[in-house]
């Protein structure tokens, strides 16, 4: 947020925009001063001047009644009656902090929250970066600004979502220490054919190797969030309803195979990434095991650089190297190491951030587990390590299971089904929808075996429903014929075809715009894929979860875009009215089951062309709720 809001008028009165949409703008005005930025804005005794303004505005959808509700139960630090149907976040600006872990504007944050509150945004959306949390030395973590942002955030009436980030930005390095390390070591960050490092994110190769002070990249994943477990807990389940956890550059599940800087350019087919030494040695010790050594020694060469097109290649032509037997089994290498990055990261998450064994003792709320004491009426079973004896399916979204004893009374209908963890785990994939075709060149490079003739994104959705985690979409509002029409682009065939597989194997989809666009043909796209549930290849697409709006950016607030944003919130919101809420009683556990409430419906069996073979588990007498699991 650093270009200017205008000034409009001479005085407060005589300002004809909205009051929610410039109240940046009225705040300096009632300072006495210009409004030069939205970073220079006046102090928290003059804020509480205008607090009733933005409360009683009702031209943005919500009523004045409901807006002073719900301020008055984030002042108080208490959560959202009921979270909506589809919730609509905002993510904040990347430099809301610095990297010295300081507030770069908080003052004008607080004003765009009060904007955003009025206009009916119920969520914010947080990175919270590996960089300014342990930035100086190992293990030390600083969590006061965050605690100082996540308070506003309460206190402004807002549900809070979280994105782990460790990688780096263009504003936001790595810590410190562990760009130290990589001068000593620069193999532990990605590596192109020509030597050339990305050094925004840890190596996956490097992931099991102690080359971070003594630690393995997941050691140090599982230290930062354990710390913020510990730090951040007591606004889990109030305010933090929801983790999205971070497995690549940009926070995506990718390889850096097309970085920002000089090196490539739209709509080239990217690089392969693998030329570091962890990764070479992976790719050798499996090349031998398939009794081919040369496959081992380097990655494709006759894949072109960054910026060509397929075509220009010998790898990704129509009848190239990908689909010869040395293209089948690299391709298959390079995306099973992203999948079992996934994996590796998602499941220190879900241990770390879901499994009720963690002490809760020393947070100011309420777990949301509660255990039987042996000698109660039940036996307490908690999902994670150590449960899932007897046939029972280990879930690491915690599912409380009980075994009732043959005199067990009517005092443990409270234990007796299964509630949801206090948050809920998320997944990034990236958008790489520019030559959707064959070889689909972009995607290979990036990680995802995906052709013409086979399904890329199938392997990592199996992961994600193994380990109880949602999946965030990007796209819906660009369409192909707006772009290169010779780089066959396709963002919204991609879309579909990753919701499809969602949707196949019961993965909770949230969906995220694109790019940064307030014209009103974007924006109807991107309310028609919200509410898309059309049927594909005989599945049908369930409702999309929610929408994260990135980002909370300064053309957000001019005036054209306000109103045109504003209009697209009320309709998500009058459409949304119409449907059912979510139940947090159901959700994917970590062995690939979703379990529903006792007493609800047995699940359903899925289309056979969906993937695999599915089993329905009806609801049984036991207490335990129906499941489908895929067998």
């Not at 999205?244 to 490539?264: F, S």
Request: aromatic fraction near 10%.
């Amino acid at each position: 947020m650093k270009r200017c809001f205008e000034q409009r008028g001479g005085g407060v009165a005589s300002c004809s925009t909205p009051s929610a949409v410039f109240l940046p703008c009225r705040l300096a005005k009632l300072q006495g001063r210009k409004c030069v930025s939205l970073k220079y804005i006046v102090s928290v005794a003059q804020l509480g001047q205008v607090q009733t303004e933005v409360l009683t505005s009702t031209r943005q959808g919500t009523s004045a009644g409901q807006i002073s509700r719900l301020s008055r139960q984030g002042i108080n630090g208490r959560p959202i009656e009921k979270e909506p149907a589809l919730p609509l976040y905002t993510c904040l600006d990347g430099d809301i902090l610095t990297p010295a872990n300081k507030f770069a504007y908080y003052e004008a944050l607080r004003s765009g929250l009060k904007a955003l509150r009025a206009l009916g945004i119920n969520g914010i959306c947080v990175d919270v970066y590996w960089g300014i949390v342990e930035g100086v030395r190992p293990r030390d973590y600083d969590w006061s600004s965050y605690k100082q942002l996540f308070a506003l955030i309460r206190d402004e009436g807002f549900m809070a979502q979280v994105c782990l980030c460790f990688h780096a930005t263009d504003t936001m390095p790595l810590p410190t220490w562990l760009v130290e390390e990589g001068r000593t070591n620069p193999d532990i960050f990605y590596t192109d054919r020509a030597g050339q490092r990305c050094t925004n994110y840890v190596s996956l190769g490097a992931d099991e190797a102690p080359v971070l002070a003594g630690r393995t990249p997941l050691e140090c994943y599982r230290d930062l969030m354990t710390s913020f477990r510990r730090e951040l807990g007591p606004f889990f389940g109030s305010t933090i309803l929801d983790v999205l956890v971070g497995l690549g550059p940009d926070g995506e599940l990718k390889y850096p195979a097309h970085p920002r800087d000089k090196r490539w350019n739209f709509p080239g087919v990217g690089e392969f990434q693998c030329y570091d030494k962890y990764m070479l040695s992976v790719l050798r010790a499996c090349a031998q095991q398939v009794n081919q050594p040369s496959w081992g020694l380097r990655g494709p060469h006759d894949a072109g650089t960054y910026c060509v097109w397929p075509h220009q290649t010998g790898f990704f032509h129509q009848r190239g190297n990908w689909s010869s037997p040395y293209g089948k089994f690299f391709l298959q290498w390079y995306s099973d190491m992203l999948v079992q990055h996934a994996d590796a990261v998602l499941g220190i998450a879900r241990e770390v951030l879901l499994e009720p064994e963690t002490p809760y003792t020393h947070y100011e709320y309420q777990p949301p587990y509660q255990r039987l004491h042996d000698g109660e009426s039940g036996t307490f079973r908690g999902g994670g390590r150590g449960s899932g004896s007897d046939g029972d399916e280990e879930d690491g979204g915690g599912v409380v299971v009980m075994a009732q004893a043959p005199d067990a009374g009517a005092g443990i209908s409270l234990l007796s089904q299964s509630l949801p963890p206090a948050i809920r785990l998320h997944a990034k994939l990236p958008s790489i929808y520019w030559w959707y075709a064959d070889a689909h060149a972009p995607e290979l490079t990036a990680g995802y075996y995906n052709t013409a003739s086979r399904d890329g994104y199938m392997p990592i959705m199996h992961v994600l429903a193994r380990n109880g985690v949602s999946v965030r979409l990007q796209g819906g509002e660009p369409r192909g014929y707006e772009m290169n029409m010779q780089a066959h682009c396709a963002p919204d065939r991609q879309l579909t075809q990753q919701r499809t597989v969602a949707a196949a194997l019961q993965v909770p989809v949230g969906l995220e715009n694109l790019s940064e666009r307030f014209d009103e043909q974007a924006l109807f796209r991107l309310e028609g894929a919200l509410f898309d549930t059309s049927v594909v290849k005989g599945i049908e697409l369930p409702q999309v979860q929610s929408l994260v709006f990135n980002r909370m950016c300064d053309s957000m607030f001019e005036p054209g875009n306000w109103n045109r944003f504003k209009q697209f919130v009320r309709r998500v919101r009058s459409r949304a009215q119409t449907l059912v809420v979510p139940d947090r009683g159901s959700f994917i556990g970590s062995s690939g089951v979703l379990r529903t409430p006792p007493g609800a419906p047995g699940a359903v069996n899925l289309p056979a062309a969906a993937a695999g073979q599915w089993v329905a588990e009806p609801s049984g007498s036991s207490g335990k709720g129906g499941a489908l699991q895929l067998a």
